[in-house]
C-alpha cells in the first residue's frame, strides 16, 4: 500500500473552485493523497476534474457534509491531516429564494466537519500537531462598501491587474481582514456564520484552523447561474442579458487558478488563526464587464464587435443587492509573496474561449434541473 506524506480532505472539489484546487493539488503533489468529497448537488460536477480522476494519488468521495457520523468515518479511513473546505451553496439569488438549504450546508455543514475533525485528531497521540483546517470564505461577509468616487481613483499599491481607468477603485474604502463582518444575503449571513465556528474551534479547543475570505472568482468550469459564463452562454445563443437594476453594482473580480495558487500558497505557510484576505484589485461596475464580455464573444464567433448589445436588458433588481466590494489583499501579498498572475483582458479572453470550445459541458450543465430552476427563478423578472 502506498504511504501518502500527507493525506488532504477537499470539500467540494466538484465545484468550480474546488476542481481548480483539486487539480492543482493532484498535479503539483504527487507526494499527497487528494481525498475529494462532494455531495454532487446541482452545482457539483465530476466532468470538471476528467483529466485527474485516474490519477494514483486521487480518491472521490460522495457524502454530504452534513452526515457527522460519515465524516468521522472518512478522518480515520483516510487519516485525515489536513482539510480545505469549499462545500457550500454559494449562489445569492438561490439563497434569496430558500435561506433553509444555506443554513444547513454552510452552518450546519461546516460544524459537522469541524466537530468530526476535532474528534478525530484529539483522539491522535501527537493531537493537533501537523494538522491544519482551513476553511474558504467570501468578501460578502463584509456587507457592502459605498461608491464614494464613482469616478475611479488610483489604488495606492501595486497590482498586476489591467491598469484600464474604469476599474481601479469605485470607492476609497476597502475590505480589510479586520472589517466589522456585516452580512446582508442569507448566503452571506451563512457563511459569516461558519467563519465564526471556524474561529471558534481554534479559540476554544486549539485547533489549527485558517479562514480565507475571497471576492469574485472568474474562469473556466463556473455554473451558467453566475454572471459571466450565463452572459457569454446567452450571448452565444442570442438570449436575452437580465442585467439586475442599473447595472451599476462593482465587484472585485479574481481568475480562479490565481485563487487555487493562494489556496496552495496559505495551506502550506500561512500563519494558523489568522485571516487572509484574497483580491487581484480588480473592480468592474457589472455593465462595464458586461459589454467586454459581449465584445469578446462576439469577436471570438467571428460576429461584428458589439452587435450583441441590444441583448442586454435591464430587470428588477436583486434583493439587497451589495452595491460595491473590494478586497484589499496588501497582507497576503507581502506576507506570503503571492500576487494574481493575470491581467484581467488576459483573464477574460481565456475565460470566453474556454466556454465557446466547450460546448457539450455547457450543453450538459444547462440541461435537465438546472433549466427548470432558471424559469423558475427568472421568468416574469
Ligand atoms: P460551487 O457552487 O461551484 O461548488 C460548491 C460545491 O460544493 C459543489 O461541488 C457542490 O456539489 C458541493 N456541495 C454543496 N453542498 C454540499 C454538501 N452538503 N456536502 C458536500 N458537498 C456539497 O461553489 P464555488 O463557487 O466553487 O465556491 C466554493 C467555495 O468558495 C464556497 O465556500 C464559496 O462560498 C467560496 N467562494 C466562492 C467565490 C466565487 O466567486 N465563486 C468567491 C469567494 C468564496
Ligand atoms: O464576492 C464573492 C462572491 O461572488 C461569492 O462568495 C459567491 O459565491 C459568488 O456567487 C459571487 O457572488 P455574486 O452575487 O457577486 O455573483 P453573481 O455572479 O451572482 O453576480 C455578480 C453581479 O452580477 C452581482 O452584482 C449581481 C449581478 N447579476 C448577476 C446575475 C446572475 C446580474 O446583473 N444579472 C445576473 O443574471
Same mark, same amino acid.
Given at each position: 500500500m502506498t504511504t501518502f506524506k500527507r493525506n488532504i480532505l477537499i470539500t467540494g472539489g466538484a465545484g468550480f473552485i474546488g476542481s481548480h484546487v483539486v487539480r492543482l493539488f493532484v498535479n503539483k503533489y504527487p507526494e499527497y493523497r487528494i481525498i475529494n468529497l462532494d455531495k454532487?448537488?446541482?452545482?457539483?460536477?465530476l466532468a470538471n476534474l476528467k483529466d485527474i480522476e485516474?490519477?494514483?494519488?486521487y480518491v472521490f468521495v460522495k457524502a454530504d457534509i452534513c452526515d457527522y457520523e460519515k465524516m468521522q468515518e472518512l478522518m480515520e479511513l483516510y487519516h485525515v491531516d489536513g482539510i480545505i473546505h469549499l462545500a457550500a451553496e454559494s449562489h445569492v439569488d438561490r439563497s434569496i429564494k430558500d435561506p433553509f438549504t444555506f443554513a444547513r450546508t454552510n452552518v450546519m455543514g461546516t460544524l459537522s466537519l469541524l466537530q468530526a475533525a476535532k474528534v478525530y485528531w484529539e483522539g491522535?497521540? $501527537?493531537?493537533?500537531?501537523?494538522k491544519r483546517f482551513y476553511h474558504i470564505s467570501t468578501d460578502e461577509v463584509y456587507g457592502a462598501l459605498e461608491m464614494t468616487h464613482p469616478e475611479g481613483i488610483e489604488p495606492p499599491f501595486t497590482t498586476t491587474? *489591467? *491598469? *484600464? /481607468?474604469?476599474?481601479?477603485?469605485? @470607492?476609497?474604502d476597502f475590505f480589510y481582514e479586520d472589517t466589522k463582518y456585516n452580512p446582508h444575503s442569507p448566503y452571506s449571513a451563512s457563511k459569516a456564520s461558519s467563519d465564526h465556528f471556524v474561529r471558534a474551534f481554534h479559540d476554544t479547543y486549539g485547533m489549527p484552523t485558517i479562514v480565507t475570505n475571497c471576492s469574485n472568482n472568474y474562469g473556466p468550469?463556473?455554473?451558467? /447561474?453566475?454572471?459571466i459564463p450565463l452572459f457569454i452562454n446567452n450571448i452565444r445563443h442570442r438570449k436575452p442579458l437580465p442585467v439586475?437594476?442599473? @447595472?451599476?453594482n462593482v465587484r472585485d473580480w479574481l481568475y480562479v487558478e490565481d485563487h487555487a495558487r493562494a489556496i496552495d500558497v496559505i495551506f502550506h505557510n500561512g500563519k494558523t488563526a489568522e485571516t487572509y484576505n484574497i483580491g487581484g484589485f480588480n473592480e468592474w461596475k457589472n455593465i462595464d464587464i458586461i459589454k467586454v464580455v459581449i465584445n469578446t464573444v462576439d469577436r471570438l464567433l467571428g460576429?461584428? $464587435?458589439? $452587435?450583441?448589445? #441590444?441583448?442586454?436588458t435591464y430587470v428588477t433588481d436583486r434583493l439587497?443587492? #451589495?452595491?460595491r466590494y473590494a478586497i484589499d489583499s496588501t497582507k497576503l501579498q507581502k506576507e506570503l509573496g503571492w500576487e494574481p498572475s493575470l491581467q484581467f483582458e488576459e483573464g477574460i479572453e481565456k475565460t470566453v474561449r474556454w466556454y465557446l470550445d466547450n460546448q457539450e459541458w455547457m450543453d450538459n450543465v444547462t440541461s435537465g434541473d438546472y433549466q427548470k430552476y432558471y424559469d423558475s427563478m427568472y421568468k416574469g423578472r
Open positions: 454532487l448537488t446541482y452545482a457539483g460536477n485516474n490519477q494514483p494519488n491522535l497521540p $501527537e493531537k493537533y500537531e501537523g491587474a *489591467s *491598469s *484600464s /481607468e474604469h476599474h481601479l477603485a469605485y @470607492g476609497k468550469y463556473q455554473f451558467p /447561474e453566475k454572471l439586475y437594476g442599473k @447595472g451599476e460576429r461584428k $464587435e458589439g $452587435e450583441d448589445m #441590444d441583448l442586454i439587497g443587492h #451589495d452595491m
